[in-house]
């Protein structure tokens, strides 16, 4: 069976997947009238018939680390539906499973983060750098051929945690000074029911940056829970995210509405590993959102140490083992938002942990 016979009986992770198959790009059109396009390896774009003058582009990602398969499963559920006619989205869909490779081989990466490669085009020196390269068209490709106006286009970039975390479900918004965090985007993020929100401060070369920062996406990376195997995750605690991305696709008009139900934090510092020699002074099992009150010294890098500031600081994502000039670690402190029509961040004074 080809790849697109596959994807055609809802086949779409599988087929990303077998590299028994070449690829060949094509088309087909469904008895509604929507139009599905092959265009990568695991990208395929959805176009329905009818498009109102509000209709959004939406990307959903995953699968850009091979480990993290809860995304990877929640994308191939959506491209299922949505090809055997299930559901009718009434948006521009690209779906994406990024990093089949890694996947068959349970890995987040094979040569080098792939997530770190959304800055520029990449020099071709590997697969990560190929599929980023090839990624970054397809989004320009995407965006540039839409009708939708600028903050209607959305970018949900989906991950998982490689520690065990405070928060189960949590949304990172990249940094960029474009529009790009709309009441509306964090709207999603209370009715998904997102455990937390942390607002990166500087640019970052993420998959998200680059939708947010080259084409005014709304756009989150969103973590939905631990790394796992395919086919062993569990879905209870990501039921309404799921829901949520379902109501999106299919235009169910939500209100608009935050409430202190999700926790807010916003970055401090991104500490970037200097010497092959970085640790930190806690262990690999240390959760995610771990605070560290003003003065701990919690990581050591050559002759620097680095100690929490004025008021502490939690830590997310450390990880010791990335390469020199790399991020080891954010710190994020708590902070509340102004929800207006953009929203905004302003820190606590005196927040409690
Ligand atoms: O658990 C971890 O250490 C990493 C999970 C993950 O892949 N997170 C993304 C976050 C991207 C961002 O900062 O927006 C990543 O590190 O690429
Ligand atoms: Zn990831």
Not at 53 to 60: G, H, M
Not at 259 to 287: G, L
Not at 316 to 341: C, T, W, Y
């Amino acid at each position: 069976m080809t790849l697109i016979e596959q994807i055609k009986r809802g086949q779409f992770l599988k087929a990303t997947c077998d590299f028994s198959q070449p690829f060949v790009a094509g088309e087909w059109v469904l008895d509604s009238g929507l139009h599905c396009q092959l265009l990568y390896r695991g990208v395929l774009q959805i176009t329905p018939r009818e498009l109102a003058s509000d209709a959004k582009d939406i990307v959903l990602s995953s699968g850009i680390h091979g480990d993290e398969t809860a995304p990877v499963e929640l994308v191939q559920q959506i491209a299922s539906s949505v090809v055997l006619g299930q559901i009718q989205p009434v948006h521009r869909l690209l779906l994406i499973i990024a990093h089949p490779e890694a996947i068959n081989h349970q890995q987040r990466f094979m040569a080098e983060n792939m997530n770190r490669l959304f800055q520029v085009r990449n020099f071709e020196k590997n697969n990560e750098c190929r599929i980023a390269n090839a990624l970054q068209l397809a989004i320009n490709s995407f965006y540039g051929t839409s009708i939708a106006i600028k903050p209607e286009r959305w970018h949900l970039d989906l991950h998982c945690a490689i520690r065990p975390s405070q928060h189960d479900t949590f949304a990172i918004s990249p940094y960029t000074d474009k529009q790009t965090r709309s009441n509306k985007l964090f709207s999603f993020i209370h009715h998904a029911k997102l455990d937390a929100v942390l607002l990166s401060n500087t640019p970052s070369p993420t998959f998200a940056w680059y939708s947010a920062e080259y084409h005014g996406a709304q756009a989150l990376t969103v973590e939905l829970g631990r790394v796992g195997k395919l086919g062993q995750n569990d879905f209870t605690v990501l039921a309404p995210f799921q829901h949520a991305i379902l109501q999106l696709i299919t235009d169910v008009t939500l209100p608009i509405i935050w409430t202190s139900e999700v926790e807010v934090y916003q970055v401090s510092r991104t500490i970037v590993k200097q010497q092959p020699d970085f640790f930190f002074t806690f262990n690999d099992d240390v959760a995610n959102f771990t605070f560290f009150a003003e003065g701990h010294e919690f990581a050591v890098d050559g002759d620097k140490k680095y100690v929490a500031d004025t008021h502490g600081e939690a830590v997310v994502f450390p990880n010791r083992h990335v390469v020199v000039g790399q991020r080891a670690a954010l710190m994020v402190k708590k902070a509340s938002l102004i929800f207006d029509e953009q929203v905004r961040v302003y820190a606590k004074s005196n927040p409690s942990y």
